[in-house]
């Protein structure tokens, strides 16, 4: 079974995925985490990549297909969780296509709703390392404020976690996965889900609509 997770930030996509990796072995791609990993390793599209980003601009899709075709060599037969692809449907049908290749395919789109109210209050509340990246949130652990990580480095807040940059985000977020999500519609493989619960709640909820 390969999955993709959508939803806003703030909907704990990235922590669904970490959990279904952790209980039923399956390979998690995050697909900005592996682009920045290259970007800063010697691998032979590294310079392409780093140029890239640092220009702020986005790899192609085919350069991406390449980076996500890596991880499903390595992945080597292991079910797979893709975070951070498909943004668009052009990437939907690319990644698709990629997966036939390997006798797969997308075998259901997860998708987590949380409303932009609560994206807002959830991100302008979070907290990171500037040593290690570690994100804490006011919401669960107050004392953040306040407290440095236990690496010993300070926790800000980050520039762009702003109401107003989030909105953006989002708008830009809604418009590039609503054909993702009619195209999911049209297959039958969206699995909606209830972001606004805790989080053993929504994993089980996956759990039971996935059937496993």
């Known amino acids: 079974m390969n999955l993709v997770v959508l939803g806003p930030q703030g909907s704990g996509k990235g922590t669904q995925a970490d959990l279904l990796t952790e209980r039923y072995g399956f390979r998690h791609i995050e697909t900005g985490k592996r682009l920045r990993g290259i970007a800063a390793s010697d691998h032979p599209l590294a310079d392409q990549i780093r140029?890239?980003?640092?220009?702020?601009?986005?790899?192609?899709?085919?350069?991406?297909?390449?980076?996500?075709?890596?991880?499903?060599?390595?992945?080597?037969?292991?079910?797979?969780?893709?975070?951070?692809?498909?943004?668009?449907?052009?990437?939907?049908?690319?990644?698709?296509?990629?997966?036939?290749?390997?006798?797969?395919?997308?075998?259901?789109?997860?998708?987590?709703?949380?409303?932009?109210?609560?994206?807002?209050?959830?991100?302008?509340?979070?907290?990171?390392?500037?040593?290690?990246?570690?994100?804490?949130?006011?919401?669960?652990n107050p004392s953040a404020e306040s407290e440095k990580c236990e690496c010993g480095g300070t926790l800000a807040k980050r520039e762009d976690d702003t109401p107003e940059a989030i909105r953006q985000r989002l708008n830009v977020y809604k418009n590039q996965t609503q054909q993702v999500i009619a195209e999911a519609k049209k297959r039958g493989t969206l699995l909606e889900i209830d972001g606004n619960k805790s989080i053993e709640e929504i994993h089980q909820e996956i759990v039971r609509g996935l059937g496993i």
């Open 51 to 140: 140029k890239i980003i640092n220009s702020g601009d986005l790899v192609s899709d085919e350069m991406l297909m390449l980076v996500i075709q890596d991880e499903v060599v390595e992945a080597n037969g292991k079910n797979l969780i893709f975070d951070g692809t498909p943004r668009n449907v052009e990437q939907y049908l690319l990644l698709d296509k990629m997966l036939e290749k390997f006798g797969g395919k997308i075998d259901r789109i997860v998708l987590i709703n949380i409303p932009e109210e609560e994206t807002i209050k959830r991100l302008t509340s979070r907290r990171t390392c500037l040593s290690c990246g570690k994100v804490f949130n006011l919401i669960t």
